[in-house]
């Protein structure tokens, strides 16, 4: 009875105070690029999370699209091992991968996935370094690249191991990787030598939403036949977004691609801290750590044990919810993203960063006093609307954000817009 009592008042304890997270729910987050959780994401996770379910390592490697998954018969945790790489496939076709054979497994989101590739391409690197005895891996890295990037170089020891360089690009006027610049210094290498090369690229960047030219880099590098490139791709912000419109649908369809990083609760209502890194079949080996009680004697993951209800959550929602489902869902946050570029285009201390062509809106504030411009923050802060000092070219600028998903109600997009007109009459 006592145990019975102490659950009651913690339920009604908790249940009070979780209602202070209600505004991503109730459409009041502009910032940020979480969406709410999907009624069939959040059920099946929840429903089959009755019992333990965890996968524990690299279940899916050397997968086609074709195969015909069977649920194994023995083994732990058969369910989600079988849902894991059932969901991998279903990824793989929706965002028209190039990997006709394919490993990969679910991770903590984003930031796992490019670490977790950065793993793998260092330790591919140094095979390839003893194999041809090459003296240097070059990393070329955008200054636009996500904080995880930077994290992995330093998890890894690379910015302080002279077998390593790390070659900076700058972005151009628009926050993209300099397309000139990266040719340019795979050129320099490929003069030198076939030295390893790690290119880690971002089709929409955290703080501007901008494209590396991912495209114009897959097509030179094919074009000049140069090989010893691992080629990285991080679509946390556009893997389940921009393969759903038309003029994005073959954005990952790279011959050249490597490996590439997703996260599922950016646009797609997903679990947060879910994602996965997919990657061309083989490489795997190079992240493989001897582990004798685990079956295969080997670990190729980078967090271990991993929660199966992230999977269970990702195939429900994605089996639900069809491809037509997430385009219209796509469309929808671009119409409510292009409104609002209209209303926010005639306030006059708002100047947009550029004419925004997808859910990101990007801009600084101008002719502002200092008591205007801090009530102007503070209207901003209200709705999870900040800013960040991005590199444009060599400038540090100050930047804002605005992402737009299809939950995002008028009402509360004309709210804001309200409120920003307020703030410039003051």
């Not at 913690?10 to 459409?27: C, H, M, P």
């Not at 037509?324 to 960063?353: C, G, H, P, Q, W």
């Not at 101008?366 to 102007?376: A, L």
């Not at 923050?377 to 060599?394: A, H």
């Amino acid at each position: 009875m006592k145990k019975i009592i102490k659950f009651c008042h913690t339920f009604i304890v908790l249940n009070f105070y979780s209602f202070s997270d209600k505004r991503l729910r109730k459409g009041l987050v502009f910032g940020r690029a979480f969406s709410p959780l999907k009624f069939s994401s959040n059920f099946f996770s929840f429903w089959f999370g009755k019992l333990n379910y965890n996968n524990i390592i690299l279940q899916a490697k050397g997968i086609s699209g074709e195969d015909n998954i069977k649920i194994a018969r023995d083994g732990t945790y058969n369910f989600t091992r079988y849902l894991e790489k059932k969901l991998l496939i279903k990824i793989v076709k929706i965002i028209r991968l190039p990997f006709s054979i394919f490993s990969g497994y679910i991770t903590s989101g984003g930031t796992e996935a490019n670490i977790y590739a950065m793993w793998v391409a260092r330790e591919w690197a140094i095979s390839k370094d003893k194999k041809s005895g090459a003296e240097k891996t070059y990393w070329i890295i955008s200054n636009n690249a996500h904080y995880s990037i930077r994290k992995a170089i330093q998890l890894l020891d690379i910015d302080n191991n002279s077998r390593n360089e790390i070659i900076s690009v700058k972005t151009d006027l628009l926050g993209r990787g300099s397309c000139e610049k990266i040719i340019e210094y795979i050129k320099e290498i490929r003069n030198r030598g076939n030295d390893p090369i790690i290119l880690p690229l971002t089709v929409m960047t955290t703080e501007c939403g901008s494209i590396d030219p991912v495209r114009e880099i897959n097509n030179f590098i094919t074009e000049s036949k140069f090989d010893n490139i691992f080629f990285h791709i991080d679509a946390a912000f556009s893997g389940f977004f921009l393969p759903f419109l038309d003029e994005y649908k073959d954005i990952f369809s790279l011959d050249s691609l490597t490996s590439i990083g997703l996260d599922f609760s950016k646009t797609l209502g997903g679990p947060v801290g879910a994602g996965a890194i997919i990657f061309r079949s083989g490489l795997e080996r190079y992240a493989s750590i001897y582990a004798p009680y685990l079956s295969g004697n080997a670990d190729q993951t980078l967090s271990g044990s991993r929660k199966g209800m992230d999977t269970i959550a990702m195939y429900g929602l994605l089996s639900v919810n069809d491809i037509n489902d997430l385009r219209r869902e796509s469309l929808e946050a671009l119409e409510k993203t292009k409104y609002l570029v209209k209303e926010m285009s005639t306030i006059n201390f708002i100047k947009l960063f550029y004419d925004p062509k997808l859910n990101y809106i990007v801009f600084s504030l101008m002719n502002t006093g200092k008591e205007k411009e801090e009530k102007i923050r503070k209207i901003l802060r209200d709705y999870s609307i900040s800013s960040s000092i991005v590199k444009i070219v060599c400038e540090d600028r100050e930047l804002f954000k605005i992402i737009i998903r299809s939950n995002h109600k008028y009402k509360n997009i004309k709210k804001l817009v309200k409120s920003l007109r307020l703030a410039s009459k003051i």
